[in-house]
């Protein structure tokens, strides 16, 4: 059965960090390129990474530039969002998903093939 299992959402305060987890079973990943969206209630999903198929690219919109990492555990046929630094406004509904377009000029799931069930991260004092 083809998978893929996100994990790692919590609650958090302002200003602490997240590790989020983009799980494969029944396929890898390795050959994908994997991008992280998120989406908060009453507003419109929003891709917010993403790790080229061949790991020379990384994107990052705007509003997690320099707070957000991602990066791809081969081994794991994992792909994980580092998270630090974390603003109210980070709270969503996070989900990961492969074959997305991953450019510097935008990250779209037009092209998406597989998606989580999502993980919520929620930041609040």
């Known amino acids: 059965q083809l998978r893929l299992v996100e994990s790692g959402g919590d609650l958090v305060q302002p200003g602490g960090s997240l590790r989020l987890s983009c799980a494969a079973s029944?396929?890898?990943?390795?050959?994908?390129?994997v991008g992280w969206f998120r989406q908060a209630p009453g507003r419109e999903r929003e891709g917010i990474s993403c790790?080229?198929?061949?790991?020379?690219?990384?994107v990052y919109a705007d509003s997690v530039k320099g707070r957000f990492t991602i990066y791809r555990d081969k081994a794991k046929n994992t792909v994980y969002l580092q998270m630090t630094d974390l603003k109210r406004e980070d709270t969503a509904l996070y989900y990961c998903?492969?074959?997305?377009?991953?450019?510097?000029?935008?990250?779209?799931?037009?092209?998406?093939?597989?998606w989580g069930q999502g993980t919520q991260v929620t930041v609040s004092s």
């Open positions: 029944g396929f890898t990943l390795n050959p994908l390129s």
């Open positions: 998903a492969t074959n997305v377009v991953c450019l510097l000029t935008g990250i779209k799931s037009t092209t998406a093939t597989s």
């Open positions: 790790i080229s198929s061949s790991n020379s690219r990384t």
